[in-house]
T-cell receptor, first 115, second 115 residues
Framework: AQSVTQLGSHVSVSEGALVLLRCNYS??????LFWYVQYPNQGLQLLLK??????LVKGINGFEAEFKKSETSFHLTKPSAHMSDAAEYFC?????????????FGAGTRLFVKA | EAGVAQSPRYKIIEKRQSVAFWCNPI?????LYWYQQILGQGPKLLIQ????????DSQLPKDRFSAERLKGVDSTLKIQPAKLEDSAVYLC?????????????FGNGTRLTVT
């Protein structure tokens, strides 16, 4: 079974600084990878997804992620953090099984942005 | 398009009581999932429906949890009797078909507190 590891349950950056949220996955086949974001008191929403078309994926709100097969990583970055980026971020992998596809989530990384 | 609707938003019950959650997915989404998100953890899959049939309930504690999706649209998740460790946010999500690279659409969740 596939698994997802997010390094760091909490990340704190200053406004304007680089955001880097780490995600590693285990998979024996090219996976479908996603980043979801959960703002306070809101449901999870899709930030971006990797589906093998390009290794660098751009998402909403200036976020992007790079798929590195050799490192089995899918780290999320944003060049300049904004206060509104404070949220919880989940890396997820979609795996095929007999019933279709199911999505497995990492434990999440809470991003704090300091003024 | 209207999003995934869930109710209630919050529920507080005592242990050994029963509780039910309701979900209405996005129109046309054949695949519906219930996830459990315990504080500080990523969402964990409980059950997956394809139309009105269960395709994966291997992670559902069947001695106390049950779910159904009548007519392949709305779904209910029930817990009877509840335990303290069931305190969590219950997320309903839907996906267009069974394609692995299509993202999950989440409701706002139901926050259950068992006292």
């Amino acid at each position: 079974a596939q698994s997802v590891t997010q390094l760091g349950s909490h990340v704190s950056v200053s406004e304007g600084a680089l955001v880097l949220l780490r995600c590693n996955y285990s998979s024996s086949v090219p996976p479908y990878l996603f980043w979801y974001v959960q703002y306070p008191n809101q449901g999870l929403q899709l930030l971006l997804k990797y589906t093998s078309a390009a290794t660098l994926v751009k998402g909403i709100n200036g976020f992007e992620a790079e798929f590195k097969k050799s490192e089995t990583s899918f780290h999320l970055t944003k060049p300049s953090a904004h206060m509104s980026d404070a949220a919880e971020y989940f890396c997820a992998v979609s795996e095929r099984y007999t019933g279709g596809f199911k999505t497995i989530f990492g434990a999440g990384t809470r991003l704090f942005v300091k003024a | 398009e209207a999003g995934v609707a869930q109710s209630p938003r919050y529920k507080i019950i005592e242990k050994r009581q029963s509780v039910a959650f309701w979900c209405n997915p996005i129109s046309g989404h054949a695949t519906l999932y219930w996830y459990q998100q315990i504080l500080g953890q990523g969402p964990k899959l409980l059950i997956q429906f394809q139309n009105n049939g269960v395709v994966d309930d291997s992670q559902l504690p069947k001695d106390r949890f049950s779910a159904e999706r009548l007519k392949g649209v709305d779904s209910t998740l029930k817990i009877q009797p509840a335990k303290l460790e069931d305190s969590a946010v219950y997320l309903c999500t839907s996906r267009l078909g069974g394609v692995g690279n299509s993202p999950l659409h989440f409701g706002n969740g139901t926050r259950l507190t068992v006292t």
